[in-house]
């Protein structure tokens, strides 16, 4: 895929339902939190600590120019001392609002104003049929992964969540299946061999929020795409 949006992005969209909502606002949430340390990551802004439940080092604060990054930025660089499971759950790391502002102007969602929140029901489909194409490339093998399709993939799986969103692109595979074929790529493509150290990091940090901190996650209230 090429133009490919942010991370936080292709997470909006895999957790919301073409109405606009997603079943778990805070899983929503916090997915994005995770997306957005990932994504830094990925782009050589912060580094992790060696502990069990890893710190966040910012390596360079300048602007990315992506709003929801640079608003996680801010919140990383008041958060010095906090490990990511407290990172994640702080409400300065809420990007919801960033991450739909680019979607929003792209014309890929609307919002919509409720009594209580607001939601973001889709506009044009194309980003998010895209992306899962593309997903579905990958995991049946008719695609190889770049890093951050690995990263992706990992995030998904991590979360217990990749067949709750993916199950209606690759019905072909159980959910059994599909997280050996996601484990497999991590260790064996050459985009996870290109991540190196970064890659192998990314898993533990996803791991560990996703297990110490279980309200990251919760697949069984998770939509698949209706």
Do not use: C, W, Y
């Amino acid at each position: 895929m090429t133009n490919r949006a942010p991370l936080t992005a292709e997470i909006f969209l895999l957790l919301t339902d073409d109405r606009g909502k997603s079943a778990a606002s805070d899983t929503r949430t916090h997915a994005i939190a995770a997306a957005a340390i990932a994504d830094l990551a990925l782009r050589g802004r912060i580094a992790f600590s060696e502990e069990k439940n890893p710190r966040i080092e910012i390596l360079d604060s300048a602007p990315t120019g992506i709003p929801e990054l640079d608003q996680a930025l801010a919140a990383l660089a008041e958060m010095p001392r906090k490990r990511i499971d407290a990172i994640v759950q702080n409400r300065r790391m809420n990007l919801v609002e960033a991450t739909a502002g680019p979607l929003i102007d792209s014309g890929a969602i609307e919002r919509k104003d409720g009594l209580f929140s607001a939601s973001f029901p889709e506009r044009d489909g194309a980003l998010e049929d895209a992306l899962r194409a593309h997903l579905a490339d990958i995991v049946t093998g008719r695609a190889q992964p770049d890093e951050r399709d690995v990263v992706l993939l990992q995030f998904l799986r991590s979360a217990d969540i990749a067949h709750a969103i993916l199950k209606d692109d690759v019905p072909e595979l159980s959910r059994r299946e599909l997280d050996r074929r996601i484990t497999e790529l991590a260790a064996e493509s050459p985009a996870a061999r290109a991540l190196g150290k970064i890659g192998e990091d990314l898993e533990a940090v996803l791991l560990t929020m996703f297990v110490i901190n279980p309200s990251a996650t919760n697949a069984a209230l998770l939509m698949s795409r209706s």
